[in-house]
């Protein structure tokens, strides 16, 4: 007969999903839900949270079946350049407009690799950045400033 191993790191990880959701999901019930034909303003975050509660409950119990590898060290670089990188583009984008902020958010997240070259990293973030124009100004026609006030325009 097996021994029951589980995973501290699994257990406390899927525990605080269960308890972010738990928190979400009163706040969303105080909305009024509707029905998923008719959605009121809490039935999204109402689902979101149901979601990560189950997704807390299956990382706890895959924490007591699957035996683990340790954990290596926090990559702090990927930390330092991924984390600020959306706070950045939610700050910039009113003021600086879509093309320049998401160029300069998706530069700002191509340096969290150690492997990431200048060279490459403009090409795929200008790559990105003429996609993203052509697929959400262009094909989808969302209303937003390709280049905002601080720029002159």
Excluded at 28 to 36: D, F, K, M, S, V
Excluded at 98 to 116: D, E, G, R
Excluded at 119 to 141: C, H, P, R
Aim: charged share 10%; glycine share 14%; net charge positive.
């Amino acid at each position: 007969m097996k021994s029951l191993s589980f995973s501290s790191r699994d257990i406390v990880c899927g525990l605080l999903f269960i308890l972010v959701g738990l928190f979400f999901a009163m706040q969303a019930y105080g909305l009024e839900l509707g029905t998923a034909f008719r959605m009121g303003p809490g039935y999204f975050p109402f689902v979101l949270a149901g979601i990560l509660i189950l997704l807390g409950i299956i990382v706890i119990i895959q924490g007591t079946q699957i035996e683990h590898e340790p954990m290596g060290p926090i990559a702090w670089r990927g930390m330092l350049f991924i984390l600020p990188a959306p706070i950045f583009f939610g700050l910039t984008v009113r003021g600086l407009g879509f093309v320049p902020s998401l160029f300069l958010t998706a530069l700002i997240a191509a340096f969290a690799s150690t492997k990431m070259r200048p060279g490459m990293a403009l090409l795929l973030v200008g790559g990105l950045t003429i996609f993203s124009v052509v697929v959400f100004s262009y094909a989808l026609g969302l209303p937003f400033r390709r280049f905002g006030p601080w720029l002159g325009q």
